[in-house]
Nanobody, 121 residues
Framework: QVQLVESGGGLVQPGGSLRLSCAATGSIFSIGAMGWYRRAPGKLRELVAAFTGSNSTNYADSVKGRFTISRDKNKNIWYLQMNSLKPEDTAVYYC???????????????WGQGTQVTVSS
């Protein structure tokens, strides 16, 4: 059973920084695209940052230059470094990844449980 376990959310003042982590655990054969989404109160879920299958990165315009996605392939962990945080970054952040648990199976999309990020003074 594959699980994505997130950590690192919390309360931070405007201008501050947080780093989110997402660890893929369980029976993992391969991981393809991986990334981070968020859902703010009253809004739809939106892509924040992602590694695409071609190994390139994709960022929402609202976070470019402030957020950085990175990963440790050996440990199946990826991160979202968030700097210069703004109140409008307040949301529940979710990690996701396309994971296969067997060489005989296609990848399936998995989601983390979500972690709250609150930016407020």
């Amino acid at each position: 059973q594959v699980q994505l376990v997130e950590s690192g959310g919390g309360l931070v003042q405007p201008g501050g920084s947080l780093r989110l982590s997402c660890a893929a655990t369980g029976s993992i054969f391969s991981i393809g695209a991986m990334g981070w989404y968020r859902r703010a109160p009253g809004k739809l879920r939106e892509l924040v940052a992602a590694f695409t299958g071609s190994n390139s990165t994709n960022y929402a315009d609202s976070v470019k230059g402030r957020f950085t996605i990175s990963r440790d392939k050996n440990k199946n962990i990826w991160y979202l470094q968030m700097n210069s945080l703004k109140p409008e970054d307040t949301a529940v952040y979710y990690c996701d990844a396309d994971v296969s648990d067997s060489p005989h199976r296609l990848r399936m999309r998995y989601w983390g449980q979500g972690t709250q990020v609150t930016v407020s003074s």
